[in-house]
């Protein structure tokens, strides 16, 4: 077995053990949310949570073990792909990046800009595991214009109706949609980058800048989804029957429910016990999973996103119909001027955000009693 069939079962394997994580995953939410839990299903589910970290200790392993490979073989590939493209890519970037030269195989030129194939995209779940990326858990689509209409399909309220046989079908009510416009809007930012770095032929640029560009990309949709989240109508809750109540009564049943909160609200979450004094929220169960209360899954965002730092707001309801992102997909890169730097990268990206739904939650902030 030569080296990159050694890494294509490396990958491969990989690939297997995330499934496996995912279904303990869920078993163990599954266990921890049964209304009549016993010690037995607490303790199936712990065991869960046990095997999911060894699984978690071979990826890391495994990846090790690829690294290593690839650096053997004297090339890196990109994330998640050990093909001939991934490489291709990778090195036409780099060479962009160190010659400013974009007439190069394998990247999309438009004047001196560079777009940065997604298949090389830095993962920000490798490495920036405290930021959650709100534009996961909206309804996205990839916008071709730079505005237009996007339908929202209403809920159904008609029925069926009862007829006898051989009586011709009465007719149904049509579906209701909603149209919601958006707009795309273009984002830069700036990535300085040491002259030496540049020079030196062995640095590979292409980490440093998708590594920054994506977190600046997230930190600029995450600030851009809570402004949306915000213009929620807005509730007070005060304890924890509260919340209940907006859950099970003030939101229809028909919209799935998702909690994003600031950390101060997720430190009151953190505090709440049932009536034999257990924790109600649940910690993730693998890193990359999100806490759940009540069956609810919980995501954390820093709180001056949602309000000022030290207070509690939370949105409560179903993101995916709550708000529109339209994403045109096309971080790019490119060489600009500066009178003291000399030359530094400019990053550009162009997404909009549009309220979609808006019934489909609460914007709810907790004035806990003392």
């Avoid at 159904?156 to 149209?179: D, I, Q, R």
């Avoid at 096309?330 to 979609?356: C, H, M, P, S």
């Amino acid at each position: 077995m030569n080296i990159q069939e050694r890494i294509r079962e490396l990958l491969d394997k990989n690939k297997k053990l995330r499934s496996q994580i995912e279904d303990n995953t869920v078993q163990a939410r599954t266990l921890l949310t049964k209304e009549d839990a016993v010690k037995d299903d607490l303790d199936k589910a712990k065991k869960l949570r046990s095997k999911s970290k060894e699984l978690e200790g071979e990826i890391r392993s495994n990846e090790e073990t690829i690294a290593m490979l690839k650096e053997l073989t004297g090339g890196s590939r990109s994330n998640g792909d050990d093909g001939n493209d991934g490489v291709n890519e990778r090195e036409a970037l780099n060479v962009y990046l160190h010659t400013r030269d974009a007439a190069t195989d394998g990247l999309k030129k438009t004047d001196a800009e560079v777009t940065i194939p997604e298949s090389i995209v830095y993962n920000p779940e490798n490495e920036v595991k405290t930021v959650t990326d709100l534009s996961q858990l909206v309804t996205q689509f990839t916008a071709t214009t730079a505005s237009g209409k996007y339908p929202i399909l209403k809920k159904a309220t008609a029925k069926l109706n009862t007829v006898e046989e051989l009586v011709e079908n009465p007719k149904l009510a049509k579906p209701e949609f909603t149209e919601v416009d958006w707009a795309v809007s273009t984002y830069r930012g700036a990535i300085p980058l040491s002259q030496e770095s540049i020079d030196d032929s062995a640095v590979d640029l292409v980490g440093i800048v998708a590594k920054n560009a994506n977190e600046q990309k997230i930190n600029t949709t995450n600030a851009a989804i809570s402004t949306v989240l915000k213009s929620f109508t807005a509730k007070e809750a005060k304890t924890l029957d509260d919340l209940k109540k907006i859950l099970n009564v003030e939101l229809d049943p028909a919209y799935g429910r998702t909690i994003v909160c600031s950390q101060s609200f997720y430190q009151w979450l953190d505090t709440l016990k049932d009536g034999n004094g257990q924790y109600l929220l649940h910690a993730p169960i693998t890193e990359s999973s999100p806490a759940t209360l009540l069956g609810v899954n919980v995501h954390i965002v820093e709180d001056t996103l949602l309000g000022e730092s030290g207070e509690m707001h939370a949105f409560v309801g179903d993101l995916a119909r709550a708000v529109l992102y339209a994403n045109r997909k096309d971080i790019q890169v490119r060489w600009v001027d500066n009178e003291v730097y000399g030359q530094y990268l400019q990053v550009v990206t162009r997404f909009g955000v549009k309220k979609a739904d808006e019934n489909a939650g609460y914007f709810v902030t907790v004035n806990a009693l003392k």
